[in-house]
């Protein structure tokens, strides 16, 4: 109940601290103009009040814009409207120039709140779309990567119960299940990554790691993946030590390894460079298989029937500001590259100081 009270008054905190800071600035400016420069000039001094009230329309509520104009009105009138010290006004040209400034002063509120208003549906309405698209590609996924595995349990469970099977061929068949129930299991493990990820539940513990252990600690997670496949590995300097989450870094690039595993023909090579840019190590990851499909502009790391995979990879490299992208390789396969950055140390460097 207090935490809805406070949310409740929370609008209203945020538009008094606003209303300060507006009559601050008109005060701030009242001061400079009337007393320390004796400027006497209402078109100069009009012009920078309504200068404040549109900068305060940009970036606060209609409500403080239409309070600001109104002290700027009212500064305007008794400051620098001959008689000053009064709010009457002797000269009709001044009459014009005070309302001309309420009047500006409010409209250029008005749209600048209607500008920001738009601007922020719109911003609504790409998260949203972008959300649906998400939903839609997950489910698409989902769907792709279940089919596979109960398909095959299916076949197997039924050639178990077969009378005509051979020991041999029964115990293939045992082994066929054993394999699919893992892919099951682990299917079930990327959607809760993904639950953890939509809640922003992950987040980045870093440590000093070389980058070969991650590529290790990859491999070892999707190691029956790329049984059928040659790994090749590149991790360059040994005595390089990296600044990243090795737990997240290695599960990421697990994903991409099974990815290019799934899309590349049975024999072929699958290959793990490591190469440090500026403040980033990179981890790219090239296969032999049919590649993305083209389209116009940068390729994003996705293609037919990939699976979750790389959408877990993109979200568990965000939660330490990370990023993965994909692109064709020339000689064929695909290429998807990714990127977290780091500081970098070499081992022969001493351990950084830790403070007590």
């Known amino acids: 109940m207090r935490s809805l009270r406070r949310d409740h008054l929370l609008p209203y905190l945020t538009d008094?601290?606003?209303?300060?800071?507006?009559?601050?600035?008109?005060?701030?400016?009242?001061?400079?103009?009337?007393?320390?420069?004796?400027?006497?000039?209402?078109?100069?001094?009009?012009l920078c009040f309504l200068l404040i009230v549109l900068v305060v329309a940009a970036v606060s509520s209609w409500r403080i814009a239409v309070a600001t104009s109104l002290m700027a009105f009212l500064s305007f009138n008794f400051f620098f409207l001959p008689p000053t010290g009064t709010l009457a006004i002797a000269d009709a040209q001044h009459w014009v120039a005070l309302f001309t400034l309420l009047f500006v002063?409010?409209?250029?509120?008005?749209?600048?709140?209607?500008?920001?208003?738009?601007?922020?549906?719109?911003?609504?309405?790409?998260?949203?779309?972008?959300?649906?698209?998400?939903?839609?590609?997950?489910?698409?996924?989902?769907?792709?990567?279940?089919k596979t595995p109960l398909t095959a349990l299916t076949v197997a469970a039924t050639n178990l119960n077969a009378s005509w099977l051979s020991p041999e061929q029964r115990l293939e068949q045992a082994d066929i299940v054993q394999a699919?129930?893992?892919?099951?299991?682990?299917?079930?493990?990327?959607?809760?990554?993904?639950?953890?990820?939509?809640?922003?539940?992950?987040?980045?513990?870093?440590?000093w790691v070389a980058p070969a252990d991650v590529i290790d600690a990859a491999t070892q997670q999707v190691e029956s993946s790329l049984v059928l496949h040659r790994l090749n590995v590149e991790a360059g300097d040994e005595?390089?030590?990296?600044?990243?989450?090795?737990?997240?870094?290695?599960?990421?690039?697990?994903?991409?390894?099974?990815?290019?595993?799934?899309?590349?023909?049975?024999?072929?090579?699958?290959?793990?460079?490591?190469t440090a840019?500026?403040?980033?190590?990179?981890?790219?990851?090239?296969?032999?298989?049919?590649?993305?499909?083209?389209?116009?502009?940068?390729?994003?790391?996705?293609?037919?029937?990939?699976?979750?995979?790389?959408?877990?990879?993109?979200?568990?490299?965000?939660?330490?500001?990370?990023?993965?992208?994909?692109?064709?390789?020339?000689d064929g396969g695909a290429v998807f590259t990714l990127a977290v950055p780091v500081e970098s140390r070499m081992t022969s460097q001493p351990e950084p100081d830790v403070l007590s």
Request: hydrophobic share 45%; net charge negative.
């Open 16 to 46: 008094g601290r606003g209303f300060v800071a507006a009559g601050l600035a008109v005060s701030a400016l009242t001061t400079l103009f009337a007393w320390a420069f004796s400027l006497t000039d209402p078109t100069i001094v009009a």
């Open 105 to 146: 002063s409010l409209v250029g509120s008005y749209l600048s709140s209607q500008i920001r208003h738009r601007a922020d549906e719109a911003t609504k309405a790409e998260v949203a779309r972008h959300s649906a698209e998400l939903k839609s590609s997950l489910l698409a996924s989902l769907g792709h990567d279940l």
């Open 180 to 207: 699919e129930l893992a892919r099951l299991n682990r299917l079930f493990q990327n959607l809760i990554e993904m639950a953890r990820i939509e809640s922003h539940a992950v987040s980045a513990e870093r440590e």
């Open 239 to 274: 005595a390089l030590l990296v600044h990243l989450d090795p737990r997240l870094t290695s599960a990421a690039l697990a994903h991409v390894l099974e990815n290019a595993a799934q899309h590349s023909p049975a024999g072929s090579s699958i290959s793990v460079t490591v």
């Open 277 to 330: 840019v500026a403040t980033e190590i990179r981890f790219i990851v090239r296969d032999r298989g049919t590649g993305l499909a083209e389209t116009p502009g940068p390729q994003t790391p996705s293609r037919a029937n990939s699976g979750m995979g790389l959408t877990i990879s993109r979200g568990l490299l965000s939660a330490e500001g990370g990023r993965i992208w994909g692109e064709n390789d020339p």
